[in-house]
């Protein structure tokens, strides 16, 4: 592989730096994709909406129903929002933590997740929920398949922005192999039909320092769950 200018990438030393190739479509599994770059073009839209989002509902550690702490934090806008206590995993209506409605899914959004559910060929894509990861180093997502959606004829569409991570992409069984799929600012991954309940997670996110978003990941979820 080469750069424009002729140097050669150095995919091994350099892996974190490792930019996406924008438009380019990566087919991992019969109806999952990953799209390279896609949400680039629509950031100095989003990242200001994104902002708002988080002011109204801060990004909150949440607690397992084992009663562990995830890692991750997280937050949500839209009709729905996941979250998890002692209780049980469940989708609100309201933030837990203010009592208040979700914060309404910014229109730029819907849009990006309607686009990118388009070009992986899921028309008609009408999220209702979308939740907000937040990784710092060494965070991580255990395997897991996501199934409190009632609705399971829709695809995921998970954006990814700020410094890189490793994805994995496993089968129907928690010790199927998976397949790890390292993902960069910009890249969004879209599963549903015959893939919509493959086991999936995150490796503990690297150190690292992002120019635009600084030392995390940010994960955008968008789901049909209602
Ligand atoms: C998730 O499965 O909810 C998150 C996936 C990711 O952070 O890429
Ligand atoms: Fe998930």
Redesign the pocket.
Known sequence: MMRSDDTPITLDLFADETPTTPGLTEQIGEQAFVLRGFALPWLERLLPALEAVLLAAPFRQMVTPGGFTMS?ALSSCGALGWTTDRSGYRYTAHDPQTGQPWPDMPTVFRELAQAAAQQAHFEHFEPDAC?I?R?VPGAR?SL?Q?KNERCLSAPIV?M?LGLP?V?LFGGFERSDKSLRVP?FHGDI?IWGGVDRLRY???LPLKQGQHPKLGVQ?I?L?FRTAG
């Open positions: 991750v939740l990861n990784y997502m897991h996501d998970s990814s991570a994805f993902l991954v999936h997670g995150v990941r994960n979820t």
